[in-house]
């Protein structure tokens, strides 16, 4: 799992911001640690989904807010099909997990 402290050290040493991403910040609103942190650990999350779940963002400016399908292939659940709303609150940036 990736720590916030260990992410942000990473990013800041890689590149320096661009006048576009200047321009942008200065303009419009800034992203939230949480935001930042949630644009590294998706990909990783989806990779290690297995096949029977299913992540949708219906607004790709908020990954804070996603629903997950889960749609199990053997068991007792087979053939069933679980949604669950996931809001990703604003404390996540005080070092708890995803």
């Not at 916030?4 to 800034?30: F, I, M, W, Y």
């Not at 990909?43 to 996603?66: H, I, K, Y």
């Amino acid at each position: 799992m990736l720590t916030l402290s260990k992410k942000l050290r990473e990013d800041a040493s890689h590149a320096q911001p661009s006048s576009q991403q200047r321009e942008n910040t200065n303009n419009g609103k800034r992203a939230s640690i949480r935001d930042k942190l949630l644009v590294k650990e998706i990909p990783e999350m989806e990779a290690n989904l297995p096949g029977t779940c299913r992540v949708e963002f219906d607004d790709s400016d908020q990954l804070s807010l996603f629903r997950l399908t889960i749609s199990p292939d053997e068991g007792y659940w087979k053939g069933g099909k679980f949604v669950f709303n996931v809001i990703v609150p604003d404390e996540i940036q005080h070092g708890g997990e995803i």
